[in-house]
């Protein structure tokens, strides 16, 4: 199984990008699609989760109200829409799944919680 994330590139602030994420290879299952974000000598950190049972959604604070996840569980494919990019936004995006069942009371928010990880593309916010 192979994530590949696409979409980063150079914007300036208040500028809007969408990040796709698919996954492909033979009996891919997924229960949680997250993205994540690595700025230079920061540790990775939460973005956005979506959990396929039930369509729940989830958000960083920091992206609280200006990104939005969608996907499609059917194609393996998730998005996230950026809108209002602010400098602080700059990192590698990194899209991840987690292939085994999801649980009650699971932290979609913790990198642990997912065991297939995409390269990343890079998103960089001018000033």
């Known amino acids: 199984v192979q994530l590949q994330a696409s979409g980063g590139g150079l914007v300036q602030a208040g500028d809007s990008l969408r990040l796709s994420c698919a996954a492909s290879?033979?009996?891919?299952?997924?229960?949680?699609m997250g993205w994540f974000r690595q700025a230079p000598g920061k540790d990775r950190e939460f973005v956005s989760a979506?959990?396929?049972?039930?369509?729940?959604?989830y958000y960083a604070e920091a992206v609280k109200g200006r990104f939005t996840i969608s996907g499609d569980n059917a194609k393996n494919a998730v998005h996230l829409q950026m809108t209002s990019l602010k400098p602080e936004d700059t990192a590698v995006y990194y899209c991840?799944?987690?292939?085994?069942?999801?649980?009650?009371?699971?932290?979609?928010?913790?990198?642990?919680?997912?065991?297939?990880w995409g390269h990343g593309t890079q998103v960089t916010v001018s000033s």
């Open positions: 290879g033979r009996s891919f299952s997924s229960s949680v």
């Open positions: 979506i959990r396929w049972t039930h369509g729940s959604k």
């Open positions: 991840a799944t987690r292939h085994s069942a999801d649980y009650v009371g699971s932290d979609v928010s913790s990198s642990a919680h997912y065991d297939s």
